[in-house]
């Protein structure tokens, strides 16, 4: 069963977290309006692989910075200070694969199930950091 939750702009379907893949991952389809762009963070424990649907997504990813398309994809390893946005005019959707398991948790307690209801960011940021992941900069900030 699957779960669509907005988060910081941007709504995200779980279509496979923990309970259907034994912790080994997570499987989200992210729909990205135009505009938004993620705060500067890493995970410590997971690795995380986009594959544009449609759209296009700028990542920024340490030193580097792709321009993702339909059909292609980027590996984030573990640590790597990254932010991943839609700089164009058109929204994007990517499916998301956060390994081992992490992301989905995330989602699901931060989420709202309402666009319009602004995320909760003392609670994001206490569950971030449960699972590992760390917020370096608000949206907008770049990895040096």
Do not use: C
Request: net charge negative; no cysteine.
């Amino acid at each position: 069963m699957t779960q669509s939750f907005w988060l910081l702009g941007n709504r995200s379907t779980i279509i496979a977290d923990h309970t259907t893949t034994g912790g080994q991952y997570d499987l989200i389809e992210g729909y990205n309006p135009p505009g938004t762009l993620t705060p500067l963070h890493r995970h410590t424990r997971y690795s995380e692989q986009l594959y544009v649907l449609s759209g296009d997504l700028t990542v920024w990813a340490g030193e580097n910075k792709a321009v993702l398309t339909p059909g292609e994809s980027f590996l984030i390893s573990p640590g790597t200070p990254h932010v991943v946005g839609v700089l164009s005019d058109k929204p994007a959707r990517a499916l998301v694969v956060a390994a081992p398991s992490g992301f989905a948790r995330l989602i699901a307690a931060t989420g709202t199930v309402d666009e319009t209801e602004p995320t909760d960011l003392a609670l994001f940021e206490r569950i971030a950091a449960e699972i590992g992941d760390e917020i370096l900069g608000p949206p907008g900030t770049l990895p040096t």
